[in-house]
């Protein structure tokens, strides 16, 4: 049995980052392909997402259909062999997916999401000696009604 809900959803999120108009493409996974499957870099994986719900003997926001708030870690790795390069590239692509997410690109396609925002994003750097990588990990909240 697979997903019907969060797989869908980590897939529409891939296909949104795949879909921004960066100087150099990001290749999008809606699911995490480990390090040593990324074959070139900018990539973007969506991690595994956590559910949050309204406690029980509270009400739903509207009848007929279920609040999930459903949050994805979506992790941007680009190479560190240019520094300079590597930030452009981190903070355009970082913008470009706020300003996506911002305008409503998951709800479009979906109308079952109400609301979607990037609400925290923090740098970081993996060493490899193989390849170093900037990263930059997006924190994604979706609010989607589900019936």
Known sequence: MSSTIFQPLADLVASTIEGLACDEPVIAY???PGLAGVDRLPVAICGLPSLERIDVDQPESQLGSYDWTIQFDVTFLFDLGDTQTAQSQALDTLERFVLAIDGAALSASNPSIVDAKVTRSEPGEIVDSARPMLSYTC???????QT
């Open 30 to 32: 809606g699911t995490d």
């Open 139 to 145: 924190t994604l909240r979706v609010l989607k009604f």
